[in-house]
C-alpha cells in the first residue's frame, strides 16, 4: 500500500531538497567566482528541483495529518480524529517541526519566483543571489533533517488516537496567520541576498536596488498583514480583548517589519539618487538578520508566550548558530567592501534626502528600543543575573513619544523636494495642514466623547500630520490642463502606494488612540433574566444552555443587546468551550464588529447558582488598527505593480541615473 509510505516519500524528498540545495549554494558561487557559464547555469535549475521536492515533502505530511497516521510523531501529537478536516490542514505548521518545514518550503517558494521573474538580471548576479539564497536553505533544511524531522515514526506502537491540536490553534485566525508571517519573514532573504550579491559582485551601485526593491515591497506587504492577522487573532481569541501586549513573540515580528520599512525608504533614495548606498545595504542585512532572530526567539524555548506554542533548547541552539553565522559572515563581508562604495549624491539638511535618513534613524532607533526590551531580560536570566520583566510601561514610555517624531518627519518628506528645499516654500505649503491637523486633534476628543484628552489629541494631530500634507502634495500635484482628475490619473502606481502606505499609518494610529482611552470594560456577574449596561447599551442575559461541537463541549449564553431606547435588538453568543481530547478549556467570545465601534462579550468562570462571570467590552475604533495594515500592505502591492519596478532592470548607469535626478 502507498498510505504507508507516505512519511518515508516525504523524508527521502526533503533529502533530496537538501542536496539541490547544496548545489544551489556551492556550484553557481563557485562559477561566478570563475567566471564560468556552465556553473552559473545550475543555479536555475536546482532552484525549480528544491522547491518541486519540498512541495513533494509539505504534501506527505499533510496527507498524513489528513489520513489521521497517528505512527508519525508530530500528527499524533498535534492532530486527533475527531478535529475537523481544515484544522488538520493548519496543524501542519502548529508545531515545531510543521512549521519549520513550511518556512523552507516558502524560501523554497521565493527562491524559485526570484529564478522565474529576474531572467534579465545578469548571469553572475543571478547566480550569486540564487546561490546565498541556496546557502540559507541548506542551513535550514540541515537544521529539518537532524534535530526536527517531521516524518519521525511511533513504531512499532502507534497510539489509537492523537493528543489533538491546541485549541488555541483551532481558528481561521491560525489557519492564515502563520503563512502570512513567514512570507513576509522569509520574503525579506531575497533583498538579504541581493545585497550580499552585490558585496561579492563589487557592484554596490543604484541597479541591484532596483531588481531588489520590488521583491522587498511585497515581503513587506506580507509580513504587514501577517501581524495585523496576529493582533486579531490574539483580540478575539485569547478572551482578554487586547489587541498588543507587546509580548516577546509578537515583538520577534515587528522588529524585522521597523527595520524593513527603514530598507524601503533606503532602497528609493538608493535606486533615484545614487545615496545611503552603504545604509541600504546594511539595513537589507539587519531586516534578514532580524527574521532569523525571530524564529530563533520563538523555536529556542527561552522565552515563555501564549504564541510561542513549541520549542526545544536544543533546536534553538542550532538555530543560534545558524543566526551567527549568517550575520557574522554577512557583516564581515560588509567590513570588507562596504569602505570602497563611493558617495557622490549631495544633498541639504532640507530636502526629502534628509528627511528619509531622519526617519530611517528614527526606525532604527525603534528598533533598537524593542529589541533591548525583548531580549534584555534573557540575556540577564542566562547569565544569572537575575529575572526582570520588561513589559507595555517601558515599550510604550519610549515608542509612543518616537512615533510621534516619526510623524512630523513624515508629513514634511512628500512636501519637500530631491537634494535641496527652500525653507519658506516648504512653509508655505505645510502651514495650512499643519494648522488644521493641530484644529481638528483639539475639538475631536470634544465632539466624540464629551471629555478631551490630551493622549487622544496628540495621537490625532500625529496621525493628521501624516495625513494632511498628504492631501495637499496631491492638490498640487494634480494640477493639469485637462482637468485635476486627469491630473491624479497621471500619477504613478508607485505614489499611489506610498499614499495608501502612510494613509495605512494614520489610521492605525487613530485607532490605538481612541481604542487605548476610550474603550469601556465591565466584569459583571449574570444569570438569565439579568441585565446591565455598558457605555450606552443594554446586555440582558435571555438563556443559558450547553451545546456539543466537532470535538468539544460548551456552556453558551444568549444576551440580547440594545442601544438606549431603541426598539431594536441583537443577539450575542458567547461560549465557554472543554476540548474533549485535552480536557482543555476555551473562551470563544461574541462579537458584534463595527466600523467605529466593537462589542465584545466573553465568558468566565461558571459562579454557581446560574451565573456566570462575563467581560463586556465597548471598544471604539479597534478595526481601525487593522485597516491601516492593510492599507498599509495595499500601499505596498501597488508599487510592485507598477510597470517601473516590473519591468525587466537593465543595469543601467547609476550615475547617468543620478546626474539626470540631480539636474
Same mark, same amino acid.
Given at each position: 500500500?502507498?498510505?504507508?509510505?507516505?512519511?518515508?516519500?516525504?523524508?527521502?524528498?526533503?533529502?533530496?531538497?537538501?542536496?539541490?540545495?547544496?548545489?544551489?549554494?556551492?556550484?553557481?558561487?563557485?562559477?561566478?567566482?570563475?567566471?564560468?557559464?556552465?556553473?552559473?547555469?545550475?543555479?536555475?535549475?536546482?532552484?525549480?528541483?528544491?522547491?518541486?521536492?519540498?512541495?513533494?515533502?509539505?504534501?506527505?505530511?499533510?496527507?498524513?495529518?489528513?489520513?489521521?497516521?497517528?505512527?508519525?510523531?508530530?500528527?499524533?501529537?498535534?492532530?486527533?480524529?475527531?478535529?475537523?478536516?481544515?484544522?488538520?490542514?493548519?496543524?501542519?505548521?502548529?508545531?515545531?517541526?510543521?512549521?519549520?518545514?513550511?518556512?523552507?518550503?516558502?524560501?523554497?517558494?521565493?527562491?524559485?519566483?526570484?529564478?522565474?521573474?529576474?531572467?534579465?538580471?545578469?548571469?553572475?548576479?543571478?547566480?550569486?543571489?540564487?546561490?546565498?539564497?541556496?546557502?540559507?536553505?541548506?542551513?535550514?533544511?540541515?537544521?529539518?533533517?537532524?534535530?526536527?524531522?517531521?516524518?519521525?515514526?511511533?513504531?512499532?506502537?502507534?497510539?489509537?488516537?492523537?493528543?489533538?491540536?491546541?485549541?488555541?490553534?483551532?481558528?481561521?485566525?491560525?489557519?492564515?496567520?502563520?503563512?502570512?508571517?513567514?512570507?513576509?519573514?522569509?520574503?525579506?532573504?531575497?533583498?538579504?541576498?541581493?545585497?550580499?550579491?552585490?558585496?561579492?559582485?563589487?557592484?554596490?551601485?543604484?541597479?541591484?536596488?532596483?531588481?531588489?526593491?520590488?521583491?522587498?515591497?511585497?515581503?513587506?506587504?506580507?509580513?504587514?498583514?501577517?501581524?495585523?492577522?496576529?493582533?486579531?487573532?490574539?483580540?478575539?481569541?485569547?478572551?482578554?480583548?487586547?489587541?498588543?501586549?507587546?509580548?516577546?513573540?509578537?515583538?520577534?515580528?515587528?522588529?524585522?517589519?521597523?527595520?524593513?520599512?527603514?530598507?524601503?525608504?533606503?532602497?528609493?533614495?538608493?535606486?533615484?539618487?545614487?545615496?545611503?548606498?552603504?545604509?541600504?545595504?546594511?539595513?537589507?542585512?539587519?531586516?534578514?538578520?532580524?527574521?532569523?532572530?525571530?524564529?530563533?526567539?520563538?523555536?529556542?524555548?527561552?522565552?515563555?508566550?501564549?504564541?510561542?506554542?513549541?520549542?526545544?533548547?536544543?533546536?534553538?541552539?542550532?538555530?543560534?548558530?545558524?543566526?551567527?553565522?549568517?550575520?557574522?559572515?554577512?557583516?564581515?563581508?560588509?567590513?570588507?567592501?562596504?569602505?570602497?562604495?563611493?558617495?557622490?549624491?549631495?544633498?541639504?539638511?532640507?530636502?526629502?534626502?534628509?528627511?528619509?535618513?531622519?526617519?530611517?534613524?528614527?526606525?532604527?532607533?525603534?528598533?533598537?528600543?524593542?529589541?533591548?526590551?525583548?531580549?534584555?531580560?534573557?540575556?540577564?536570566?542566562?547569565?544569572?543575573?537575575?529575572?526582570?520583566?520588561?513589559?507595555?510601561?517601558?515599550?510604550?514610555?519610549?515608542?509612543?513619544?518616537?512615533?510621534?517624531?516619526?510623524?512630523?518627519?513624515?508629513?514634511?518628506?512628500?512636501?519637500?523636494?530631491?537634494?535641496?528645499?527652500?525653507?519658506?516654500?516648504?512653509?508655505?505649503?505645510?502651514?495650512?495642514?499643519?494648522?488644521?491637523?493641530?484644529?481638528?486633534?483639539?475639538?475631536?476628543?470634544?465632539?466624540?466623547?464629551?471629555?478631551?484628552?490630551?493622549?487622544?489629541?496628540?495621537?490625532?494631530?500625529?496621525?493628521?500630520?501624516?495625513?494632511?500634507?498628504?492631501?495637499?502634495?496631491?492638490?498640487?500635484?494634480?494640477?493639469?490642463?485637462?482637468?485635476?482628475?486627469? =491630473? *491624479?490619473? #497621471?500619477?504613478?502606481?508607485?505614489?499611489? +502606494?506610498?499614499? !495608501? %502606505?502612510?494613509?495605512?499609518? &494614520?489610521?492605525? /494610529?487613530?485607532?490605538?488612540?481612541?481604542?487605548?482611552?476610550?474603550?469601556?470594560?465591565?466584569?459583571?456577574?449574570?444569570?438569565?433574566?439579568?441585565?446591565?449596561?455598558?457605555?450606552?447599551?443594554?446586555?440582558?442575559?435571555?438563556?443559558?444552555?450547553?451545546?456539543?461541537?466537532?470535538?468539544?463541549?460548551?456552556?453558551?449564553?444568549?444576551?440580547?443587546?440594545?442601544?438606549?431606547?431603541?426598539?431594536?435588538?441583537?443577539?450575542?453568543?458567547?461560549?465557554?468551550?472543554?476540548?474533549?481530547?485535552?480536557?482543555?478549556?476555551?473562551?470563544?467570545?461574541?462579537?458584534?464588529? =463595527? *466600523?467605529? #465601534?466593537?462589542?465584545?462579550?466573553?465568558? +468566565?468562570?461558571? !459562579? %454557581?447558582?446560574?451565573?456566570? &462571570?462575563?467581560? /463586556?467590552?465597548?471598544?471604539?475604533?479597534?478595526?481601525?488598527?487593522?485597516?491601516?495594515?492593510?492599507?498599509?500592505?495595499?500601499?505596498?502591492?501597488?508599487?510592485?505593480?507598477?510597470?517601473?519596478?516590473?519591468?525587466?532592470?537593465?543595469?543601467?548607469?547609476?550615475?547617468?541615473?543620478?546626474?539626470?535626478?540631480?539636474?
Amino acid at each position: 500500500m502507498l498510505t504507508p509510505m507516505i512519511p518515508e516519500i516525504g523524508h527521502f524528498a526533503l533529502i533530496i531538497a537538501l542536496l539541490m540545495a547544496a548545489l544551489q549554494a556551492t556550484v553557481p558561487l563557485a562559477g561566478a567566482a570563475t567566471r564560468r557559464p556552465l556553473w552559473m547555469a545550475y543555479a536555475r535549475p536546482m532552484a525549480a528541483g528544491q522547491f518541486l521536492f519540498l512541495i513533494v515533502a509539505y504534501a506527505c505530511l499533510t496527507a498524513s495529518f489528513l489520513l489521521d497516521d497517528f505512527s508519525v510523531a508530530t500528527v499524533a501529537e498535534n492532530s486527533n480524529s475527531l478535529l475537523p478536516w481544515y484544522y488538520k490542514a493548519s496543524a501542519v505548521w502548529g508545531n515545531h517541526e510543521g512549521s519549520v518545514l513550511l518556512w523552507s518550503l516558502i524560501l523554497g517558494a521565493w527562491t524559485f519566483a526570484v529564478s522565474r521573474f529576474s531572467r534579465e538580471l545578469p548571469r553572475d548576479m543571478l547566480a550569486r543571489v540564487l546561490g546565498v539564497m541556496g546557502l540559507v536553505s541548506t542551513g535550514f533544511l540541515t537544521f529539518v533533517l537532524i534535530t526536527s524531522n517531521p516524518f519521525a515514526r511511533l513504531l512499532p506502537n502507534p497510539p489509537a488516537d492523537g493528543v489533538d491540536l491546541n485549541p488555541l490553534l483551532q481558528d481561521v485566525g491560525l489557519i492564515i496567520h502563520p503563512p502570512m508571517l513567514y512570507m513576509g519573514y522569509v520574503g525579506f532573504s531575497v533583498v538579504f541576498a541581493f545585497a550580499i550579491a552585490a558585496l561579492l559582485g563589487g557592484r554596490l551601485d543604484a541597479a541591484w536596488t532596483r531588481w531588489a526593491r520590488s521583491w522587498t515591497n511585497v515581503a513587506w506587504a506580507f509580513l504587514s498583514v501577517g501581524i495585523a492577522l496576529g493582533s486579531w487573532w490574539a483580540y478575539y481569541e485569547l478572551g482578554w480583548g487586547g489587541w498588543w501586549f507587546w509580548d516577546p513573540v509578537e515583538n520577534a515580528s515587528l522588529l524585522p517589519w521597523l527595520a524593513g520599512t527603514a530598507l524601503i525608504h533606503s532602497l528609493a533614495v538608493t535606486e533615484k539618487r545614487g545615496a545611503f548606498k552603504s545604509w541600504t545595504v546594511l539595513l537589507a542585512i539587519s531586516t534578514f538578520s532580524l527574521s532569523l532572530m525571530g524564529t530563533f526567539l520563538v523555536r529556542s524555548g527561552v522565552l515563555t508566550s501564549v504564541h510561542a506554542f513549541a520549542n526545544d533548547p536544543s533546536r534553538g541552539l542550532f538555530i543560534l548558530v545558524l543566526l551567527g553565522i549568517t550575520v557574522g559572515a554577512s557583516l564581515l563581508l560588509f567590513a570588507l567592501r562596504a569602505p570602497r562604495v563611493s558617495q557622490r549624491a549631495g544633498f541639504t539638511w532640507l530636502s526629502r534626502d534628509a528627511l528619509l535618513l531622519v526617519n530611517n534613524i528614527l526606525l532604527v532607533i525603534m528598533t533598537v528600543t524593542v529589541l533591548l526590551g525583548t531580549v534584555y531580560p534573557l540575556l540577564l536570566d542566562a547569565l544569572n543575573l537575575g529575572k526582570i520583566s520588561v513589559g507595555p510601561p517601558y515599550f510604550n514610555t519610549l515608542f509612543v513619544p518616537l512615533t510621534v517624531i516619526l510623524c512630523l518627519f513624515m508629513g514634511l518628506g512628500p512636501l519637500s523636494n530631491w537634494k535641496r528645499t527652500r525653507a519658506r516654500e516648504l512653509a508655505r505649503r505645510v502651514w495650512l495642514a499643519g494648522a488644521a491637523a493641530l484644529v481638528i486633534g483639539l475639538l475631536a476628543p470634544l465632539v466624540y466623547g464629551g471629555e478631551w484628552n490630551l493622549k487622544v489629541t496628540l495621537g490625532l494631530v500625529a496621525a493628521l500630520w501624516v495625513v494632511l500634507p498628504l492631501v495637499r502634495d496631491l492638490w498640487d500635484k494634480s494640477r493639469h490642463s485637462e482637468g485635476r482628475l486627469a =491630473g *491624479l490619473r #497621471r500619477l504613478s502606481l508607485a505614489h499611489w +502606494g506610498m499614499v !495608501l %502606505g502612510h494613509l495605512g499609518l &494614520a489610521v492605525t /494610529i487613530v485607532g490605538v488612540t481612541v481604542v487605548s482611552n476610550y474603550a469601556v470594560e465591565r466584569n459583571v456577574r449574570m444569570a438569565v433574566g439579568d441585565s446591565v449596561e455598558v457605555a450606552g447599551y443594554t446586555f440582558a442575559m435571555t438563556d443559558l444552555g450547553h451545546r456539543r461541537g466537532p470535538n468539544y463541549v460548551a456552556d453558551a449564553a444568549r444576551l440580547e443587546v440594545r442601544r438606549g431606547d431603541s426598539e431594536r435588538s441583537f443577539a450575542m453568543t458567547p461560549e465557554k468551550r472543554v476540548y474533549l481530547a485535552r480536557g482543555m478549556p476555551m473562551t470563544d467570545v461574541a462579537l458584534r464588529p =463595527g *466600523l467605529f #465601534r466593537d462589542l465584545y462579550v466573553a465568558m +468566565g468562570e461558571d !459562579l %454557581g447558582d446560574g451565573s456566570w &462571570a462575563l467581560r /463586556i467590552q465597548v471598544k471604539p475604533f479597534v478595526r481601525w488598527l487593522w485597516l491601516g495594515a492593510l492599507l498599509m500592505a495595499l500601499g505596498g502591492v501597488l508599487a510592485v505593480i507598477d510597470r517601473r519596478y516590473r519591468r525587466a532592470a537593465t543595469a543601467p548607469d547609476p550615475e547617468r541615473h543620478v546626474r539626470e535626478v540631480n539636474a
